[in-house]
């Protein structure tokens, strides 16, 4: 034994024991938990296994379903259903290249795995992560089948584990080649055609077993994302996603290398789209989609999966529309080629933003219904000429910046940079109100005003409105005038207007009230999110100045409706190039007219503008499509009273003098003197409403410098300083032994310049009293002119005969001593007297 070894501590032992003893109790803790985690998962997954045990997987071919589509009465519009576009085909008829296409893209390792592929997983996996997004999905062939025919598109947990499971089972019941033709006859292509069948014939007008490699190539990358990948919607991306298609096949062996070049360098020769006999198309188009959008799948699903689709139409008024546009008289022609202009239109319900009405063009009408799916135009974007003022320009002036119905801006003509707009009609107005400015559409108030408040916040409020603007518009002030560089859609301008007429309220459009599904339970019901853009007291007055356009303005076709009615009318000039040089056109024309129910936008124009394709001169916002939207508004209050405006508690209202709006160019409030026909009631937000009374409609005052003298010829002469513009001035005399006096002049200069009148009818030798009585020449007191105070009277004494003709007197006397008569009269210029009276 080493005594000089340490001897270990009683301290150091307990320690050691008192580690493993933590040790130990870690790991028990661990091991509970991964215990108690492997038992959570089995039960979850029990769960999933539970909720999907009633599932028939051997129907997998037989859940097509007819689904049905309603109007906003419920009333049934229409089915829907995948046989029409369906083509079942064995996986025999379909040749290996197309097989093979679509595995290359889609699951290389189908024939390999089991129904779930882990190595792809964890591939798909680790792209997501360095993407930091969902970039790549890990879904075979055999999960995207049961997926499409038994789940939903969310991407969850819950539905991944669930797609795995039945997945699974699948590969137990059916061998490779009969899920392989489940899914080849199942997947949605877009344009409502599924199963490869459908799709060889509406992309190409063939059958499957027809099919290139090309075509096979392009059809099998399509699935990915119908909407993007479609040639019908994006040539582009389906040409690109065909050749990454093509390479696949090369890189697996399917294809030579030779081979893949060639499929490359073929040209593709696509079939007209087949029609789809739905009626009112493009609603339809728009409802399918959105539904498709709502519930996270593909159209296809929409087609066989037996959903209730309860839409926003109104039937009778759809028809109504429908029926409108097929009248060629209502459509001016291109006056170079007589081609009938297109139109668009949509009608939205204010208070929910739902659609009750769409015509996406003209050109696919027949009668009631449009026979084959077009462009719908209230999807695309155009320049929206003067709509946007109140939205870009007066809204937030008003909102924000304090401006009023009353307040004054400059419209002359002027240079802003490089940039010099001008008015339609040509003509300048100095200054003006900016209701008259917005009523009328005047061009450079607009942009005048859109300069002062800074294009940036016009842009900032009319954005909280759905308004796009492309980083072109940023700093351009031609935008004021609608001078987008992308445009504005129909329906984003209807919602943006619905929001004015809901108080300043803002919610998107929708077609779709509410979805069920084929057991009725209800997985969709629209609840419209609003919020508050503009205040209530701003949208009001917003909305009353654009009621002046249809009183006084632009919209003026309105009129004769008799039902309260704003509007805003645009026009676009044709662009000045070279190409229309001497050419006066039209390139678009617009009008928004709408009130607490309803907003109705029409659009006219052509899809692509030239020579052979532009309106008349003539074809403005205000004519056309005011007839259009007037006819519309007329139909629906056919029966019933139209809701007028309400005025927002907080809203001043005033009476304003007329007068001094017009001559002084101020808002004034007028006088307890005011006449009713010079007094305007304007509204006004708290803080801007004016304090300063009229001056104009008072009595008014006596002039000053009051005079009567002689002039050489011995005349009276009358002479005063005005004190007011507006005044008129009765000169009386009064003659001697009489008491009555006598209106021998009247004067009005509209000045405050002195004033000097003579007075040739008198006599000789007499005494005559003057005064002056000033009076409103439009204010009216029993019938009679409204005086003012008199002045004092003056009296003179007219000599007996012109001092003029006394100094020749005189002279003839020098001449002639004898006339000692002549000789008496004193040797003097004039004799004045004055006599103050009262």
Same mark, same amino acid.
């Not at 039902?563 to 678009?588: H, M, R, S």
């Given at each position: 034994? *080493?005594?000089?070894?340490?001897?270990?501590? #009683?301290?150091?032992?307990?320690? $050691? $024991?008192?580690?493993?003893?933590?040790?130990?109790?870690?790991?028990?803790?661990?091991?509970?938990?991964?215990?108690?985690?492997?038992?959570?998962?089995?039960?979850?997954?029990?769960?999933?296994?539970?909720?999907?045990?009633?599932?028939?997987?051997?129907?997998?071919?037989?859940?097509?379903?007819?689904?049905?589509?309603?109007?906003?009465?419920?009333?049934?519009?229409?089915?829907?259903?995948?046989?029409?576009?369906? @083509?079942?085909?064995?996986?025999?008829?379909?040749?290996?290249?197309?097989?093979?296409?679509?595995?290359?893209?889609? %699951?290389?390792?189908?024939?390999?795995?089991?129904?779930?592929?882990?190595?792809?997983?964890?591939?798909?996996?680790?792209?997501?992560?360095?993407?930091?997004?969902?970039?790549?999905?890990?879904?075979?062939?055999?999960?995207?089948?049961?997926?499409?025919?038994?789940?939903?598109?969310?991407?969850?947990?819950?539905?991944?584990?669930?797609?795995?499971?039945?997945?699974?089972?699948?590969?137990?019941?059916?061998?490779? %080649?009969?899920?392989?033709?489940?899914?080849?006859?199942?997947?949605?292509?877009?344009?409502?055609?599924?199963?490869?069948?459908?799709?060889?014939?509406?992309?190409?007008?063939?059958?499957?077993?027809?099919?290139?490699?090309?075509?096979?190539?392009?059809?099998?990358?399509?699935?990915?994302?119908?909407?993007?990948?479609?040639?019908?919607?994006?040539?582009?991306?389906?040409?690109?996603?065909?050749?990454?298609?093509?390479?696949?096949?090369?890189?697996?062996? !399917?294809?030579?290398?030779?081979?893949?070049?060639?499929?490359?360098?073929?040209?593709?020769?696509?079939?007209?789209?087949?029609?789809?006999?739905?009626?009112?198309?493009?609603?339809?188009?728009?409802?399918?989609?959105?539904?498709?959008?709502?519930?996270?799948?593909?159209?296809?699903?929409?087609?066989?999966?037996?959903?209730?689709?309860?839409?926003?139409?109104?039937? #009778?008024?759809?028809?109504?529309?429908?029926?409108?546009?097929?009248?060629?008289?209502?459509?001016?022609?291109?006056?170079?080629?007589?081609?009938?202009?297109?139109?668009?239109?949509?009608?939205?319900?204010?208070?929910?933003?739902?659609?009750?009405?769409?015509?996406?063009? #003209?050109?696919?009408?027949?009668?009631?219904?449009?026979?084959?799916?077009?462009?719908?135009?209230?999807?695309?974007?155009?320049?929206?000429?003067?709509? @946007?003022?109140?939205?870009?320009?007066?809204?937030?002036?008003?909102?924000?910046?304090?401006?009023?119905? /009353?307040?004054?801006?400059?419209?002359?003509?002027?240079?802003?940079?490089?940039?010099?707009?001008?008015?339609?009609?040509?003509?300048?107005?100095?200054?003006?109100?900016?209701?008259?400015?917005?009523?009328?559409?005047?061009?450079?108030?607009?942009? #005048?005003?859109?300069?002062?408040?800074?294009?940036?916040?016009?842009?900032? !409020?009319?954005?909280?409105?759905?308004?796009?603007?492309?980083?072109?518009?940023?700093?351009?002030?031609?935008?004021?005038?609608?001078?987008?560089?992308?445009?504005?859609?129909?329906?984003?301008? /209807?919602?943006?207007?619905?929001?004015?007429?809901?108080?300043?309220?803002?919610?998107?459009?929708?077609?779709?009230?509410?979805?069920?599904?084929?057991?009725?339970?209800?997985?969709?019901?629209?609840?419209?999110?609003?919020?508050?853009?503009?205040?209530?007291?701003?949208? !009001?007055?917003?909305?009353?100045?654009?009621?002046?356009?249809?009183?006084?303005?632009?919209?003026?076709?309105?009129?004769?409706?008799?039902?309260?009615?704003? /509007? $805003?009318?645009?026009?676009?000039?044709?662009?000045?190039?070279?190409?229309?040089?001497?050419?006066?056109?039209?390139?678009?024309?617009?009008?928004?007219?709408?009130?607490?129910?309803?907003?109705?936008?029409?659009?006219?124009?052509?899809? *692509?503008?030239? +020579?052979?394709?532009?309106?008349?001169?003539?074809?403005?916002?205000?004519?056309?499509?005011?007839?259009?939207? +007037?006819?519309?508004?007329?139909?629906?209050?056919?029966?019933?009273?139209?809701?007028?405006?309400?005025?927002?508690?907080? @809203?001043?209202?005033?009476?304003?003098? /007329?007068?001094?709006?017009?001559?002084?160019?101020?808002?004034?409030?007028?006088?307890?003197?005011?006449?009713?026909?010079?007094?305007?009631?304007?509204?006004?937000?708290?803080?801007?409403?004016?304090?300063?009374?009229?001056?104009?409609?008072?009595?008014?005052?006596?002039?000053?410098?009051?005079?009567?003298?002689?002039?050489?010829?011995?005349?009276?002469?009358?002479?005063?300083?005005?004190?007011?513009?507006?005044?008129?001035?009765?000169?009386?005399?009064?003659?001697?032994?009489? *008491?009555?006096?006598?209106?021998?002049?009247?004067?009005?200069?509209?000045?405050?310049?002195?004033?000097?009148?003579?007075?040739?009818?008198?006599?000789?030798?007499?005494?005559?009293?003057?005064?002056?009585?000033?009076?409103?020449?439009?204010?009216?007191?029993?019938?009679?002119?409204?005086?003012?105070?008199?002045?004092?009277?003056?009296?003179?004494?007219?000599?007996?005969?012109?001092?003029?003709?006394?100094?020749?007197?005189?002279?003839?006397?020098?001449?002639?001593? %004898?006339?000692?008569?002549?000789?008496?009269?004193?040797?003097?210029?004039?004799?004045?007297?004055?006599?103050?009276?009262?």
């Amino acid at each position: 034994m *080493n005594h000089n070894e340490p001897i270990p501590s #009683r301290m150091s032992r307990k320690a $050691k $024991k008192h580690h493993r003893s933590l040790y130990r109790s870690m790991a028990i803790v661990l091991l509970i938990f991964a215990i108690t985690g492997l038992m959570s998962a089995a039960v979850y997954f029990s769960i999933i296994i539970n909720q999907l045990k009633d599932i028939d997987l051997s129907k997998i071919e037989d859940i097509q379903q007819s689904s049905f589509i309603y109007d906003m009465n419920d009333d049934f519009i229409t089915s829907i259903y995948g046989l029409e576009n369906r @083509i079942k085909v064995s996986l025999s008829e379909i040749p290996d290249h197309v097989k093979e296409a679509f595995i290359a893209v889609e %699951d290389i390792r189908f024939y390999k795995h089991h129904g779930f592929d882990i190595r792809r997983f964890f591939g798909a996996l680790l792209q997501n992560i360095k993407q930091r997004r969902y970039a790549e999905g890990a879904s075979t062939i055999t999960q995207q089948v049961v997926r499409n025919a038994f789940l939903t598109q969310k991407k969850t947990i819950h539905r991944k584990l669930q797609e795995i499971y039945l997945a699974y089972r699948l590969e137990k019941l059916y061998a490779k %080649d009969q899920i392989l033709q489940m899914y080849l006859n199942l997947i949605y292509f877009g344009k409502g055609a599924y199963g490869i069948e459908a799709a060889s014939r509406m992309y190409f007008g063939k059958s499957a077993k027809d099919l290139t490699v090309a075509e096979a190539a392009l059809l099998a990358g399509i699935p990915k994302s119908p909407s993007k990948y479609s040639p019908f919607s994006n040539m582009e991306e389906s040409l690109k996603r065909k050749n990454l298609v093509i390479d696949l096949m090369v890189k697996y062996g !399917f294809l030579s290398q030779e081979e893949g070049e060639k499929a490359k360098a073929e040209k593709l020769v696509f079939a007209r789209p087949s029609p789809r006999n739905y009626p009112h198309r493009f609603f339809m188009d728009m409802v399918l989609e959105e539904a498709a959008e709502i519930l996270g799948v593909p159209e296809e699903a929409l087609l066989t999966q037996g959903y209730r689709i309860y839409t926003t139409l109104d039937r #009778r008024l759809q028809r109504y529309v429908e029926e409108l546009y097929s009248k060629d008289e209502l459509f001016p022609q291109c006056p170079a080629s007589g081609i009938p202009c297109e139109s668009a239109l949509v009608v939205l319900d204010v208070l929910s933003g739902e659609v009750r009405a769409i015509i996406g063009g #003209r050109e696919h009408l027949d009668g009631n219904t449009v026979i084959q799916k077009g462009l719908n135009r209230i999807l695309l974007p155009k320049q929206p000429g003067s709509t @946007i003022k109140p939205l870009l320009v007066y809204g937030p002036a008003i909102e924000y910046f304090g401006y009023s119905p /009353a307040s004054f801006v400059l419209d002359a003509e002027t240079q802003f940079g490089d940039y010099q707009p001008s008015n339609f009609d040509g003509k300048y107005r100095g200054w003006i109100t900016i209701r008259e400015a917005l009523a009328d559409s005047i061009n450079v108030p607009a942009v #005048r005003l859109l300069k002062d408040i800074g294009i940036q916040n016009g842009i900032a !409020f009319a954005e909280k409105f759905g308004i796009p603007f492309a980083d072109q518009d940023r700093y351009s002030l031609p935008i004021a005038l609608g001078g987008f560089y992308k445009g504005v859609t129909p329906i984003q301008l /209807a919602r943006a207007y619905a929001a004015l007429a809901d108080n300043g309220r803002y919610k998107d459009y929708t077609t779709i009230r509410r979805i069920e599904n084929s057991y009725g339970i209800t997985v969709y019901q629209s609840k419209p999110i609003k919020s508050q853009v503009m205040s209530e007291e701003g949208a !009001f007055i917003l909305n009353d100045i654009l009621r002046s356009a249809v009183k006084n303005g632009t919209a003026t076709r309105l009129k004769d409706l008799n039902i309260p009615l704003a /509007a $805003k009318t645009g026009t676009v000039e044709l662009p000045d190039t070279a190409q229309f040089e001497g050419i006066a056109g039209v390139k678009d024309a617009w009008i928004v007219a709408y009130n607490p129910e309803y907003v109705v936008t029409v659009w006219m124009g052509y899809d *692509n503008v030239d +020579k052979q394709h532009y309106l008349p001169a003539d074809a403005v916002g205000g004519k056309y499509p005011a007839e259009i939207a +007037k006819a519309i508004f007329k139909y629906i209050y056919q029966d019933r009273n139209a809701p007028d405006f309400t005025k927002p508690a907080n @809203i001043i209202e005033v009476k304003l003098d /007329a007068k001094a709006l017009q001559e002084q160019k101020k808002a004034l409030l007028a006088s307890p003197l005011t006449p009713p026909d010079y007094i305007i009631t304007e509204y006004f937000t708290p803080g801007t409403a004016p304090t300063q009374q009229s001056n104009y409609w008072v009595p008014p005052q006596a002039p000053s410098d009051f005079k009567v003298t002689l002039n050489d010829d011995g005349l009276p002469v009358i002479s005063f300083k005005p004190q007011d513009t507006f005044a008129a001035y009765n000169i009386f005399r009064l003659e001697e032994g009489k *008491n009555t006096p006598l209106l021998i002049h009247q004067v009005k200069t509209g000045s405050l310049d002195t004033v000097e009148w003579v007075d040739t009818l008198i006599n000789r030798g007499e005494e005559y009293t003057y005064f002056i009585v000033p009076i409103h020449p439009e204010l009216e007191v029993d019938g009679q002119p409204l005086q003012g105070t008199s002045t004092a009277r003056l009296s003179v004494k007219v000599p007996p005969s012109a001092p003029l003709q006394d100094r020749q007197q005189q002279k003839g006397t020098a001449e002639n001593p %004898d006339n000692s008569d002549n000789a008496s009269q004193p040797n003097s210029r004039k004799t004045v007297y004055l006599r103050l009276l009262d």
